[in-house]
C-alpha cells in the first residue's frame, strides 16, 4: 500500500514515502542522526523502526539489521522493509505482501539507497524511483528524495490511489538552528499528496535552505534592497542590519549571509514591497 525510498548521501539520511493510507508518515519513515535509515510498510511492524536503528547503532550492517528483523517475526511474510546504514543497504519484500510488490537497492561508499512498494500499478514505479534517485547525483539529499518519490508518483505509485505522503531527513548541523534535522515534512490527507508534499518541500527550501546564490550588496542592487527596506519600516543605517531586522520577522533567517542577499530573500523582499 506504499512506496518508499531510504537513503544515504555522506552522512545525511532520509526516508520519503506515499500511500493510500491516512498519515503514512506517521508509521514508515525513521532516521537517527549518524546512524541510518528505515522504511517499516506493508503490514508495517512500526517496532522495526526503533529496533532497527538500534541495531545499526550497535554496529549492525544494513543486510543483518534485515535479517535480525525478520527472523525473529512471524509475520515477516506481509511486512516490507528497507533500511540504510553508513556501509550498506538492504530491501526486504515479504512472499505475503500484495502485488505488485517488490524493491531494489544499491549504492558506493558515498551514498546507497533501498527502494520498496507493494500494491503498486507496477514494477517500474520503482524502477523510476531509482532511475531518478540515480539521475540527479547533483542534488542534496532531501530534494533527490524527494524527486525520486514525484517520480514514483507520475509512475502511477500505489495503484488504490493517493492520499498521505511524507519526507523526513537528517545531516549533522543542518536544518533550523543547526538542529540536525534537514527535513520533516507530512501530508496526511489529500488527494495528491506528493504533490502537495513537494509544495510544502519547497516552501521549506525558501526559508529554511542554506544560501544559495548570493548577490553582493553593492551598487544599485544595494540601493534597491535599501529602498525596499525603507517601505517596510526598516531604516536601519546599517543595511546588513536592517535587512536582517526584516528577515528575522519574514522568517528568513537562515539564509542570511554576510557575504550578501540570497537570492530567494531578495525575490521575497521584493514580493513584500510589490
Known amino acids: 500500500m506504499t512506496f518508499s525510498i531510504v537513503a544515504r548521501i555522506g552522512d545525511a539520511y532520509g526516508v520519503a514515502v506515499a500511500s493510500k493510507f491516512i498519515a503514512v508518515g506517521s508509521v514508515v519513515p525513521a532516521a537517527r542522526l549518524g546512524v541510518g535509515a528505515i522504511a517499516t510498510q506493508a503490514m508495517a511492524k512500526v517496532s522495526y523502526a526503533a529496533d532497527g536503528l538500534a541495531l545499526l547503532a550497535g554496529g549492525s550492517d544494513a543486510a543483518d539489521t534485515v535479517a535480525r528483523l525478520t527472523v525473529a517475526d512471524e509475520g515477516r511474510d506481509d511486512r516490507q522493509l528497507g533500511v540504510v546504514g553508513a556501509s550498506d543497504q538492504s530491501t526486504f519484500t515479504g512472499p505475503g505482501c500484495m502485488d505488485w510488490a517488490g524493491g531494489v537497492s544499491g549504492g558506493d561508499a558515498d551514498s546507497g539507497y533501498a527502494i520498496q512498494g507493494n500494491i503498486l500499478v507496477g514494477e ?8 531518478t534517485w540515480l539521475d540527479n547525483r547533483h542534488l542534496a539529499l532531501a530534494p533527490r528524495l524527494m524527486q525520486a518519490l514525484v517520480a514514483g508518483d507520475h509512475a502511477g505509485g500505489d495503484k488504490r490511489g493517493r492520499q498521505s505522503a511524507a519526507l523526513y531527513a537528517v545531516a549533522a548541523g543542518a536544518g533550523y538552528d543547526h538542529c540536525g534535522v534537514l527535513a520533516d515534512l507530512r501530508v496526511d490527507d489529500h488527494p495528491d499528496a506528493t504533490q502537495e ?26 540601493d534597491e534592497v535599501r529602498q525596499r527596506l525603507i517601505v517596510l519600516g526598516r531604516s536601519q543605517p546599517d543595511l546588513h542590519e536592517a535587512l536582517e531586522d526584516w528577515a528575522g520577522e519574514a522568517n528568513f533567517e537562515m539564509r542570511m549571509t554576510p557575504d550578501g542577499i540570497d537570492s530567494r530573500v531578495l525575490q521575497a523582499l521584493r514580493e513584500a514591497d510589490a
Request: glycine letters at 8%; zero cysteines.
Open 197 to 222: 508534499l513537494a509544495r510544502l518541500f519547497d516552501l521549506h527550501d525558501r526559508y529554511f535552505g542554506p544560501p544559495g546564490t548570493v548577490l553582493p550588496l553593492e551598487g544599485p542592487l544595494a
Open 124 to 131: 517500474w514505479v520503482v524502477l523510476e524511483m531509482e532511475r
